[in-house]
Antibody
Framework: EVQLVQSGAEVKKPGESLKISCKGSGYSFTSCWIGWVRQMPGKGLEWMGIIYPDDSDTRYSPSFQGQVTISADKSISTAYLQWSSLKASDTAMYFC????????????WGQGTLVTVSS | QSALTQPRSVSGSPGQSVTISCTGASSDVGGYNYVSWYQQYPGKAPKLMIYDVSKRPSGVPDRFSGSKSGNTASLTISGLQAEDEADYYCCSYAGSYTWVFGGGTKLTVL
């Protein structure tokens, strides 16, 4: 069974750093892109970026380039999304999702990680 | 890279059909046959309903269908059921291994 299991909810203060994770199982982790999607409270889905775990090829949406870092550790089948200095506007639910082998759509999604940034 | 344009809301009665549009540009929707649609219930993760414009994953009812004409893709749900009430998002490949979502459409079953 394909599963993407994300790390738990986080409460942070502005200026703090954070790294959340997404662990894949039940499929070849290195053969499928992993994407990250933001959903701010009461808002729609926003595509942030993707990584190909086999070679860590990473692409970002222009809106998120320089704001976050996407990485992966293929030895433990885990992808990461990290911030070096959080802002209140980073408060959102973050989903990871795997692409199919052709990379044209996202067939399995993680359960989401809620990040709350508040002073 | 602008979000694709979807109607904020649509509604229909049980048994009716509804269509949700998703308008982009020649650089995304119009340029590739890689439009997918996702269903999301409140507080839940999105679920893939349609991929590559018109293909249905196994397990998705054939009441759901997708199409595309020019820069606009569409999701049609026929034989509307109460359980179809959810938010729906389109997503398109936009070149250089980047994707863009639509703003989302809230479907209300009357």
């Amino acid at each position: 069974e394909v599963q993407l299991v994300q790390s738990g909810a986080e409460v942070k203060k502005p200026g703090e750093s954070l790294k959340i994770s997404c662990k894949g199982s039940g499929y070849s982790f290195t053969s499928c892109w992993i994407g990250w999607v933001r959903q701010m409270p009461g808002k729609g889905l926003e595509w942030m970026g993707i990584i190909y775990p086999d070679d860590s090829d990473t692409r970002y949406s222009p809106s998120f380039q320089g704001q976050v870092t996407i990485s992966a550790d293929k030895s433990i089948s885990t992808a990461y999304l990290q911030w070096s200095s959080l802002k209140a506007s980073d408060t959102a639910m973050y989903f990871c999702a795997k692409s199919d082998s052709s990379g044209t759509y996202y067939d399995y999604w993680g359960q989401g990680t809620l990040v709350t940034v508040s002073s | 890279q602008s979000a694709l344009t979807q109607p904020r809301s649509v509604s229909g009665s049980p048994g009716q059909s509804v269509t949700i549009s998703c308008t982009g540009a020649s650089s995304d929707v119009g340029g590739y046959n890689y439009v997918s649609w996702y269903q999301q219930y409140p507080g839940k993760a999105p679920k893939l309903m349609i991929y590559d414009v018109s293909k249905r994953p196994s397990g998705v009812p054939d009441r759901f269908s997708g199409s595309k004409s020019g820069n606009t893709a569409s999701l049609t749900i026929s034989g509307l059921q109460a359980e179809d009430e959810a938010d729906y998002y389109c997503c398109s490949y936009a070149g250089s291994y980047t994707w863009v979502f639509g703003g989302g459409t809230k479907l209300t079953v009357l």
